[in-house]
């Protein structure tokens, strides 16, 4: 921000005297001389009245004074925040946040950062991950939490947890006992197989939910007969608890929502499926060091939460 001509004027009439003023520029008195006829042109009227030596502000020169102090204090305060900014103590970090995730998230990410970064205004907006990607697009977020389903060529994707995609059905399903452990599954492993006459409770597609699983469904050579669509995770969840269904689920779902009867909980599929449960911004963005210690936060909340 060059406040040049200000700072001249200010500091004329501080001294008021030229000889004086130009040593405390660092200018020589012809170049400032000078320089002020040129400003006094360009306004039409004098700023100053020369009184032997003495430079005395005239009516303007006073009406142009006070404005041109408060624009240099507004200089000031300017750079010493672009050197808040540049250094990280005082910025802006605005993330969009899915719905489902977001009474979780939003709580404890906010606390966590705050002690860190006090003057960092950090900000949410919750949405399902259409409505976020166009925030992103229009520059109203600087992040995009999601879960990652089919990446876009013009983002950079951070994966900060690892979401295990779990089967639920009624606890007292009779098919319940041919559960077996097996390696690299998250819960006890059931054949799909043996659910292909039920009723498959299932997001609609679209949603991210939906496909994991038809991931799922697809590996381990399932064709549901019959399905009911709902977007709602948790109703979902809680219909398969009280036997109308069966239903699929993440594993960090599951851990707020409460049950009359909790159900059943497998692994399904040929492997574990897991949800990519993401950061994404744009390519060409510079991450300021307190975005990357925001999405190191994330990744010790998710596992902290995973943990319990």
């Given at each position: 921000m060059n406040l040049k001509e200000q700072q001249y004027i200010v500091t004329l009439a501080n001294y008021g005297n030229m000889t004086q003023a130009a040593?405390?520029?660092?200018?020589?008195?012809?170049?400032?001389?000078?320089?002020?006829?040129?400003?006094?042109?360009?306004?039409?009227?004098?700023?100053?009245?020369?009184?032997?030596?003495r430079l005395i502000p005239t009516y303007l020169g006073e009406v142009y004074l006070e404005k041109a102090r408060k624009i240099l204090a507004l200089g000031e305060e300017f750079q010493q925040q672009v050197g808040q900014v540049i250094s990280g103590y005082q910025g802006r970090l605005r993330v969009g946040v899915p719905l489902r995730r977001a009474p979780q998230l939003i709580p404890s990410a906010l606390k966590v950062f705050r002690r860190s970064y006090p003057n960092i205004d950090l900000s949410f907006q919750e949405g399902n991950q259409g409505a976020l990607r166009k925030l992103l697009d229009q520059d109203q977020l600087d992040l995009m939490l999601c879960n990652l389903v089919e990446p876009q060529s013009d983002l950079t994707y951070l994966t900060v947890y690892r979401d295990p995609v779990v089967f639920l059905v009624q606890n007292e399903h009779p098919c319940a006992r041919y559960a077996q452990y097996r390696d690299g599954f998250s819960r006890p492993w059931i054949d799909l197989k043996q659910f292909e006459s039920e009723v498959f409770i299932l997001q609609h597609e679209g949603q991210s939910l939906r496909h994991y699983a038809n991931q799922v469904l697809e590996s381990g050579g399932v064709q549901p007969i019959r399905t009911l669509l709902i977007r709602n995770i948790e109703a979902s969840a809680q219909m398969a608890s009280m036997g109308l269904g069966v239903a699929f689920c993440l594993e960090s779902y599951l851990q707020h929502m409460h049950f009359i009867n909790p159900p059943q909980i497998f692994s399904v599929g040929e492997r574990q499926q897991y949800a990519e449960f993401s950061v994404a911004y744009y390519k060409e963005r510079q991450l300021p060091d307190y975005t990357l210690h925001f999405i190191q936060f994330l990744k010790e909340l998710l596992e902290f939460g995973s943990s319990r």
């Amino acid at each position: 921000m060059n406040l040049k001509e200000q700072q001249y004027i200010v500091t004329l009439a501080n001294y008021g005297n030229m000889t004086q003023a130009a040593k405390k520029l660092g200018v020589t008195q012809p170049a400032l001389s000078s320089y002020l006829s040129s400003v006094e042109n360009g306004l039409g009227f004098p700023l100053f009245e020369r009184t032997g030596r003495r430079l005395i502000p005239t009516y303007l020169g006073e009406v142009y004074l006070e404005k041109a102090r408060k624009i240099l204090a507004l200089g000031e305060e300017f750079q010493q925040q672009v050197g808040q900014v540049i250094s990280g103590y005082q910025g802006r970090l605005r993330v969009g946040v899915p719905l489902r995730r977001a009474p979780q998230l939003i709580p404890s990410a906010l606390k966590v950062f705050r002690r860190s970064y006090p003057n960092i205004d950090l900000s949410f907006q919750e949405g399902n991950q259409g409505a976020l990607r166009k925030l992103l697009d229009q520059d109203q977020l600087d992040l995009m939490l999601c879960n990652l389903v089919e990446p876009q060529s013009d983002l950079t994707y951070l994966t900060v947890y690892r979401d295990p995609v779990v089967f639920l059905v009624q606890n007292e399903h009779p098919c319940a006992r041919y559960a077996q452990y097996r390696d690299g599954f998250s819960r006890p492993w059931i054949d799909l197989k043996q659910f292909e006459s039920e009723v498959f409770i299932l997001q609609h597609e679209g949603q991210s939910l939906r496909h994991y699983a038809n991931q799922v469904l697809e590996s381990g050579g399932v064709q549901p007969i019959r399905t009911l669509l709902i977007r709602n995770i948790e109703a979902s969840a809680q219909m398969a608890s009280m036997g109308l269904g069966v239903a699929f689920c993440l594993e960090s779902y599951l851990q707020h929502m409460h049950f009359i009867n909790p159900p059943q909980i497998f692994s399904v599929g040929e492997r574990q499926q897991y949800a990519e449960f993401s950061v994404a911004y744009y390519k060409e963005r510079q991450l300021p060091d307190y975005t990357l210690h925001f999405i190191q936060f994330l990744k010790e909340l998710l596992e902290f939460g995973s943990s319990r």
